[in-house]
């Protein structure tokens, strides 16, 4: 809402999104989420590839790709998911001291991220834990055991928030009875590898 030169209010609305014929938007709402979305994501990747070159400390290569996977997690966790696709999950502790997982999604009529951003998000989400995964076992089967934990913790962090949206986007109540999605979390804490198979 703006004021007018005679006093009064004037409502006005600002539409950075275009529309095609099909209805679908064209445009990136969010470019800041999106760009930080891939940026932390690659940037871990990159560094993870590289840092040797530029430095022979492991300590400082290891902390610098643990601060990047860091940042993605907690930026995709709590900014970019919302933005981009409406998801969102956590964790919280009831009274009884029981931890229990929250998976929310948008409403129908709710906007969000446009159809670019949603692509862009799930694509991010999906390829950078495969990445991490080919990285686990070239690590393994090349004994430079060293960088197995950094590799490790990447796809740990990677695959807990595609867990957590793949959840989301399922949505837990209407796809898995409640015995069933804690059997499942169970299973996903105690053998990740047999849930990733599954997925």
Same mark, same amino acid.
């Given at each position: 809402?703006?004021?007018?030169?005679?006093?009064?209010?004037?409502?006005?609305?600002?539409?950075?999104?275009?529309?095609? %014929? #099909?209805?679908?938007?064209?445009?990136?709402?969010?470019?800041? #989420?999106? +760009?930080?979305?891939?940026?932390? &994501?690659?940037?871990?990747?990159?560094?993870?590839?590289?840092?040797?070159? +530029?430095? %022979?400390?492991?300590? =400082?290569?290891f902390l610098l790709v643990i601060a990047?996977?860091?940042?993605?997690?907690?930026?995709?966790?709590?900014?970019?998911? &919302?933005? =981009?696709?409406?998801? %969102?999950?956590?964790?919280?502790?009831?009274?009884?001291? &029981?931890?229990?997982?929250?998976?929310?999604?948008?409403?129908s009529g709710d906007s969000s991220g446009?159809?670019?951003?949603?692509?862009?998000?799930? =694509?991010?989400?999906?390829?950078?834990?495969?990445?991490?995964?080919?990285?686990?076992?070239?690590?393994?089967?090349?004994?430079?055991?060293?960088?197995?934990?950094?590799?490790?913790?990447?796809?740990?962090?990677? /695959?807990?928030? =595609?867990?957590?949206?793949? &959840?989301?986007? /399922?949505?837990?109540?209407?796809?898995?009875?409640?015995?069933?999605?804690?059997?499942?979390?169970?299973? +996903?804490?105690?053998?990740?590898?047999?849930?990733?198979?599954?997925?």
């Amino acid at each position: 809402m703006t004021e007018s030169l005679s006093g009064e209010i004037v409502d006005v609305s600002l539409d950075f999104v275009t529309e095609d %014929r #099909a209805g679908r938007t064209t445009t990136i709402r969010h470019p800041l #989420a999106t +760009f930080f979305h891939l940026f932390f &994501r690659v940037g871990a990747i990159v560094a993870y590839l590289f840092c040797d070159w +530029f430095s %022979r400390s492991f300590i =400082l290569c290891f902390l610098l790709v643990i601060a990047l996977l860091s940042c993605d997690f907690w930026s995709v966790k709590n900014v970019t998911g &919302r933005l =981009l696709v409406g998801l %969102r999950w956590w964790n919280q502790i009831d009274e009884d001291g &029981r931890s229990q997982w929250v998976f929310e999604a948008k409403k129908s009529g709710d906007s969000s991220g446009t159809e670019a951003e949603a692509q862009i998000f799930w =694509l991010g989400l999906i390829i950078c834990p495969l990445v991490w995964t080919a990285f686990f076992f070239t690590t393994l089967f090349s004994f430079e055991i060293k960088w197995l934990a950094l590799v490790v913790v990447g796809i740990s962090l990677q /695959a807990a928030n =595609l867990y957590g949206y793949l &959840r989301c986007k /399922a949505g837990e109540q209407e796809k898995l009875p409640k015995s069933a999605a804690q059997y499942l979390g169970q299973q +996903f804490i105690q053998k990740p590898d047999i849930i990733f198979g599954i997925l």
